[in-house]
C-alpha cells in the first residue's frame, strides 16, 4: 500500500540558511501534519493543513512556514536555519470526515544544520 | 489541550518475557489513542488505536493495549517479547481537530 512519501530523506545545511521539506500524503488523504523531533525527544507538533487550509498550528517558529498544494502534497519551509533546527522532520496524513482518523506517518526527513 | 505520559524512560526484558509499557493521557473528552514503534533512524509506525467500543485493542506484531478510563491509561503489553521488538515506543492521544500529542516515550532493550 502507498504510504506517505517525504523528500529529501537527509539534508545537510549551514546556519542561515534556507531549506525545504517536502510531503505526499498516502493517496486520497486531505490531511496534513508536520511534526519535529528532536534527538532523543518526542515527535512536537508544527502545524496541519486540511484541503489546503491550515487547520492547526502548535509549536512552530515564526522562521517556518508551510503550505499544502492543489494535490495535496505539502512543503515544509525554513529560513534563517539555527543548529537548535537540526532533527528528524516527520510529514503525516489522514483522511478527515465522520469521525476519527488514524494519522500515517512518513519515514521522516533528517535535517542537520551546520 | 491534551497531553500524554509515559512513566518509563528505559525498560529492559529478557527475550520471551511478558511486557508492559506504560501510558496516561489528560483529555477532557473521550480521547482516540495511539501506540507507535520506531526503530533507531526510522519513522513512526502505527501499532495499534483505540476509538471507541472495545477497550482491548489488538495489534501487529502481537501487541494488544487496553484502554482504562477509570485511570486515564492505555498499557500496551506484549506476552512474550522477541529480540526484534527492541525499539522506541511511543503512546499517543489524539483531539477532535486529529491532533496529536506524544508522550516522551520508552526505549525497549531486550536481553538475550
Known amino acids: 500500500a502507498a504510504g506517505v512519501i517525504q523528500s529529501p530523506r537527509h539534508l545537510i545545511k549551514e546556519k542561515r540558511e534556507t531549506a525545504t521539506l517536502k510531503c505526499y500524503p498516502i493517496?486520497?488523504?486531505?490531511?496534513v501534519y508536520w511534526y519535529q523531533q528532536g534527538p532523543g525527544q518526542d515527535p512536537q507538533f508544527l502545524i496541519s493543513f486540511y484541503e489546503k487550509m491550515q487547520s492547526d498550528k502548535g509549536s512552530i517558529p515564526d522562521r517556518f512556514s508551510a503550505q499544502q498544494f492543489s494535490d495535496y502534497h505539502s512543503e515544509l519551509n525554513m529560513s534563517s536555519l539555527e543548529l537548535g533546527d537540526s532533527a528528524l522532520y516527520f510529514c503525516a496524513s489522514s483522511k478527515a470526515g465522520g469521525g476519527r482518523n488514524t494519522i500515517y506517518f512518513g519515514e521522516g526527513s533528517w535535517l542537520t544544520v551546520v | 489541550a491534551q497531553s500524554v505520559t509515559q512513566p518509563d524512560i528505559h525498560i529492559t526484558v529478557s527475550e520471551g518475557a511478558s511486557l508492559e509499557l506504560r501510558c496516561n493521557y489528560s483529555?477532557?473528552?473521550?480521547?482516540?489513542l495511539f501506540w507507535y514503534v520506531q526503530s533507531p533512524g526510522q519513522g513512526l509506525q502505527l501499532l495499534l488505536k483505540y476509538f471507541s467500543g472495545d477497550t482491548l485493542v489488538q495489534g501487529i506484531k502481537g501487541f494488544e493495549a487496553e484502554f482504562k478510563r477509570s485511570q486515564s491509561s492505555f498499557n500496551l503489553r506484549k506476552p512474550s517479547v522477541h529480540w526484534s521488538d527492541a525499539a522506541e515506543y511511543f503512546c499517543?492521544?489524539?483531539?477532535?481537530?486529529?491532533?496529536?500529542?506524544f508522550g516522551a516515550g520508552t526505549r525497549l532493550t531486550v536481553k538475550p
Open positions: 493517496p486520497r488523504h486531505d490531511t
Open positions: 499517543a492521544v489524539g483531539a477532535g481537530n486529529n491532533d496529536m500529542r
Open positions: 483529555y477532557g473528552a473521550t480521547p482516540y
